[in-house]
């Protein structure tokens, strides 16, 4: 019972410290940002690629740094969790989790600069992150239903429909980018663009969803008293 106990807190010490080394990165980054044609930041028409752009944001190395070590953060959280769960479901569910947030550190690691390596990890994130989300659809049919349920299961359902929309809406052919090229590849557009730029939004919106989900996840939290069994798992 201590060694789950120890291991539940050490797993919400990471994932708090961990979405705040995320969130500092991109406040930071956001908030000093300039272009070169003096416009300023919108979240609706710039993208995160472009504030991790060196030589192209004076504070590349803060959100790449964030992205790094705030997902490597995040997978401690996830892999500590993975020992708590008895149900395979369960195990699926931090895995994929697990593997969304190393592809996110992947797109810290490796900034537009390199691009095809950045772009494949973005790619991963956003494939993992619809996986994720489906996962925990399933464990949660196999966990009876509660507030702290619907307080985690709203924003995996927005996390699930804009992660998933920014990867299918390019095949529907709607002309939103030009030649219908999949959003990744549209994220490093250049100047002049829409200002309300569908790709930049749906990344936002999937990465910030993303985010308040694991954030629910974490605050979310069970603790199994002393004099009781150990809860199935902390979420």
Request: overall charge neutral; proline content about 5%.
């Amino acid at each position: 019972m201590l060694r789950r106990q120890r291991l539940a807190r050490m797993a919400l010490s990471f994932g708090l410290l961990g979405l705040f080394g995320l969130l500092l990165g991109l406040g930071l980054v956001i908030w000093g940002y300039q272009s070169s044609d003096g416009r300023e930041f919108s979240l609706l028409n710039h993208s995160l690629s472009e504030l991790g752009s060196y030589g192209h944001s004076k504070l590349a190395v803060l959100l790449n740094g964030g992205l790094f070590f705030g997902s490597l953060s995040l997978v401690l959280c996830w892999l500590f969790t993975l020992q708590l769960s008895r149900l395979l479901s369960g195990h699926l569910l931090y895995l994929s989790l697990t593997l969304t947030c190393m592809a996110l550190a992947g797109v810290g690691l490796f900034p537009v600069n390199v691009y095809h390596l950045h772009i494949l990890m973005l790619k991963w994130f956003f494939i993992f992150g619809c996986i994720s989300v489906g996962c925990y659809l399933v464990y949660l049919l196999q966990r009876p239903f509660g507030a702290a349920t619907l307080w985690t299961l709203i924003p995996a359902l927005i996390s699930g429909v804009s992660l998933g929309a920014f990867l299918f809406l390019p095949h529907l052919e709607l002309g939103i980018t030009e030649g219908d090229n999949p959003f990744y590849h549209e994220l490093v557009l250049q100047l002049p663009r829409p200002d309300f730029w569908w790709p930049a939004v749906l990344e936002w919106l999937g990465l910030g969803s993303f985010m308040l989900w694991v954030l629910c996840l974490l605050l979310c939290t069970k603790k199994a008293p002393d004099e009781q069994e150990p809860v199935e798992s902390p979420y």
